[in-house]
């Protein structure tokens, strides 16, 4: 079975200061990680993949196939950031995602 | 940039009816899935839709529900006759093709009475 684990419902950080978002997975296979983003009353939007390896907004995410972990990064936080993060694992044959809970990143000023 | 489209926003339907959730996937698209989100709680996977078939199916897509793809652009979800705890929002999601990034919709939220 899969499972997407994300300990923090909440994370509080001021403006420019260093964020990390964790996720843990449980998965036999060979993982496919996603971060998805939901910004206030906006849908779903996928904000990195690990296969890509790319920055998107500033944020990067590794993949630690030792610690199964796929932890969100950023050096220095907006206030745009604040938004609700998921992280996401790709398996099955009909492509199903595992969500994690969500953390939610408030980002004060 | 091409969206994928939910309607209705908001459906409030009695216990025991049955309600369609329509979605337009992203027009190139192949891969069609559903998921909800009962509020508190995580988004879960409902099924995964692929050349007119159900490729895979979690264990709460039980026989009350089915998907359909009854024309070139819809894909909808059907709940027969829903209860209580079917309230929740529905997302509709949509790939290129497998391991491609999912779309997904801006959701129907679904209250039972």
């Known amino acids: 079975a899969q499972r997407v684990t994300q300990p923090e419902k909440l994370l509080s950080v001021f403006k420019g200061a260093p964020v990390e978002l964790k996720c843990n997975y449980s998965y036999s296979g060979s993982p496919e990680l996603f971060w998805y983003v939901q910004y206030s009353r906006q849908r779903l939007q996928l904000l990195l993949r690990?296969?890509s390896r790319e920055s998107i907004k500033g944020f990067t995410a590794d993949l630690n196939k030792g610690e199964t972990s796929f932890h969100l990064k950023k050096p220095f936080a907006q206030e745009e950031d604040s938004a609700m993060y998921y992280c996401?694992?790709?398996?099955?044959?009909?492509?199903?995602?595992?969500f994690g809970g969500g953390t939610r990143l408030m980002v004060k000023p | 940039e091409p969206e994928v489209t939910q309607t209705p926003s908001h459906q409030v339907t009695q216990m025991g009816q049955e309600v369609i959730l329509r979605c337009v996937p992203i027009s190139n698209h192949l891969y069609f899935y559903w998921y909800r989100q009962i509020l508190g709680q995580k988004v879960e996977f409902l099924v995964s839709?692929?050349?007119?078939?159900?490729?895979?199916k979690s264990e709460i897509f039980d026989d009350q529900f089915s998907v359909e793809r009854p024309d070139g652009s819809n894909f909808t979800l059907k709940i027969r006759s829903t209860k209580l705890e079917d309230s929740a929002m529905y997302f509709c999601?949509?790939?290129?093709?497998?391991?491609?990034?999912?779309?997904f919709g801006d959701g129907t939220r679904l209250s039972i009475l």
């Open positions: 839709f692929y050349n007119n078939e159900i490729s895979e």
């Open positions: 690990h296969i």
């Open positions: 999601a949509s790939s290129l093709w497998v391991n491609q990034p999912q779309h």
């Open positions: 996401a694992l790709s398996g099955g044959a009909g492509n199903m995602l595992t």
